[in-house]
């Protein structure tokens, strides 16, 4: 079973600073999809950005973009200019691309994010 | 505007209450899921659905159910509620490859 690994319970980064979030994960197959999504106070689960395990080209939304590393199973997440509005958990999801019919995800534990102004 | 909507967000009910929280896309999706979020637990999912009349369970199934009659719809029932239901609950569908796009969430509290 795959599995997916967020070391970092606690960040916190300075507004306007950058900031890196790890994730590892652990799986056989060589295609897959990962995910970073965002849960504010609202508690309201936010897609930040996708990568699919077949492209070598690292993901890029606005402010955030990740660091795919497919040979050591690592997917970090970059967030530049850090805003106020930043500050929530952050989770890093897995799901195969093989799974038959069912597109589950598996989520890291999170690490809550704190932006200090 | 493309979204996920569950109701109700907020429900408070007593041990063995049958309850249904509704969930609703209007993507188009095929994929449909239920997952439920606990401290210290994560977010595990509960039942899935690939398409109308087709569903299956995830990880934790028991208690529940789930029906799937309209592409866009997909309830999840609570036949008899217990406390170790307590929870916050989250809807999400995708298409084939794209990412799964969730509901609000609905914060269940079973007494």
């Known amino acids: 079973a795959q599995t997916v690994t967020q070391s970092q319970p606690e960040m916190s980064v300075q507004e306007a600073e950058t900031v890196t979030l790890s994730c590892t994960y652990d799986?056989?197959?060589?295609?897959?999809?990962l995910f970073w999504y965002k849960q504010p106070p609202s508690r309201q689960m936010i897609l930040v950005i996708r990568?699919?395990?077949?492209?070598?080209q690292n993901a890029t939304e606005n402010r955030f973009s990740v660091n795919f590393q497919k040979a050591a199973k690592s997917f970090s997440l970059k967030i530049s200019d850090s805003q106020l509005g930043d500050a929530a958990m952050y989770f890093c999801?897995?799901?195969?691309?093989?799974?038959?019919?069912?597109?589950?995800?598996?989520f890291g534990k999170g690490t809550l994010l704190t932006v200090n102004p | 505007e493309a979204q996920v909507t569950q109701n109700p967000r907020y429900l408070i009910t007593v041990t063995g209450k049958k309850l249904t929280v509704t969930c609703s896309q209007n993507?188009?999706?095929?994929?449909m899921s239920w997952y439920r979020q606990d401290p210290g637990l994560g977010l595990r999912q509960i039942y899935y659905?690939?398409?109308?009349?087709?569903?299956d369970k995830g990880d934790v199934p028991e208690g529940y159910k789930v029906s799937r009659k309209e592409k866009r719809n997909f309830p999840l029932i609570l036949e008899s509620p217990s406390p170790n239901q307590t929870s916050l609950y989250f809807c999400?569908?995708?298409?084939?490859?794209?990412?799964?796009?969730f509901g609000p969430g609905t914060r269940l509290l079973v007494l």
């Open positions: 799986t056989s197959e060589s295609d897959y999809y």
């Open positions: 999400a569908s995708s298409s084939q490859r794209g990412p799964q796009y």
């Open positions: 659905s690939m398409n109308v009349e087709v569903t």
């Open positions: 999801a897995y799901r195969s691309s093989s799974g038959g019919s069912n597109y589950k995800l598996t």
């Open positions: 993507m188009n999706h095929e994929y």
């Open positions: 990568q699919e395990a077949y492209k070598q």
